[in-house]
T-cell receptor, first 114, second 112 residues
Framework: DGGITQSPKYLFRKEGQNVTLSCEQN?????MYWYRQDPGQGLRLIYY???????QKGDIAEGYSVSREKKESFPLTVTSAQKNPTAFYLC?????????????FGEGSRLTVL | RKEVEQDPGPFNVPEGATVAFNCTYS??????FFWYRQDCRKEPKLLMS???SGNEDGRFTAQLNRASQYISLLIRDSKLSDSATYLC?????????????FGRGTQLTVWP
């Protein structure tokens, strides 16, 4: 079955540690995205990538880093510079060959900083 | 002004009621429009795309008003299982390719 897989689903981290969230898709989508969602809030864009080896900052990129070495993979690193990293992180992908292409989401990764 | 705005609610309605949500967007060049549904602590899932002529899927009807720059979602004969947050999503023509804009979501609770 085609889809997006995020891991881990739940993650606990001590302050000052970096952590990397995995996102893999087998939908052959060019565009991939990382969003952050806080309780009662909407989705905020962290980073997005339209093509391999290229990515752009979203609205809240500070304290995060990404890479896009393969079409299928778009990992997100939450660095110690991110001041309030506890949140629900969602990875998504989309076909850019269709202008009206919908966004497909992974099941999310819930990060808690202790 | 935010790109996409929604009334956050909450909307609390009895089973069988009809409820409507609106969403306004600021960029007149917006091209693609979607309604997503998000259950508590889950990922958003596409409910329906919104087409220029309006479209219907069972109890759900989506409409687009380009002149006033808003889209709407109408739910008829509400079910308990419709309780969720509904997200409005907009894509701009000619924008940085692939960038979509989300509203904060409208929370719906259907009670028995």
């Amino acid at each position: 079955d085609g889809g997006i897989t995020q891991s881990p689903k739940y993650l606990f981290r001590k302050e000052g540690q970096n952590v990397t969230l995995s996102c893999e898709q087998n939908l052959n989508h060019d565009a991939m995205y990382w969003y952050r969602q806080d309780p009662g809030q909407g989705l905020r864009l962290i980073y997005y990538s339209q093509i391999v080896n290229d990515f752009q900052k979203g609205d809240i990129a500070e304290g995060y880093s990404v890479s896009r070495e393969k079409k299928e993979s778009f990992p997100l690193t939450v660095t110690s510079a991110q001041k309030n990293p506890t949140a629900f992180y969602l990875c998504a992908s989309r076909s850019t060959s269709v202008e009206t292409g919908e966004l497909f989401f992974g099941e999310g990764s819930r990060l808690t900083v202790l | 002004r935010k790109e996409v705005e929604q009334d956050p609610g909450p909307f609390n309605v009895p089973e069988g009621a009809t409820v409507a949500f609106n969403c306004t967007y600021s960029n007149s060049a917006s091209q693609s429009f979607f309604w997503y549904r998000q259950d508590c602590r889950k990922e958003p899932k596409l409910l329906m795309s919104v087409y220029s002529s309006g479209n219907e899927d069972g109890r759900f009807t989506a409409q687009l008003n380009r002149a006033s720059q808003y889209i709407s979602l109408l739910i008829r004969d509400s079910k308990l299982s419709d309780s969720a947050t509904y997200l409005c999503v907009v894509n701009h023509r000619g924008s940085t390719l692939g960038r979509l804009y989300f509203g904060r979501g409208t929370q719906l609770t259907v009670w028995p």
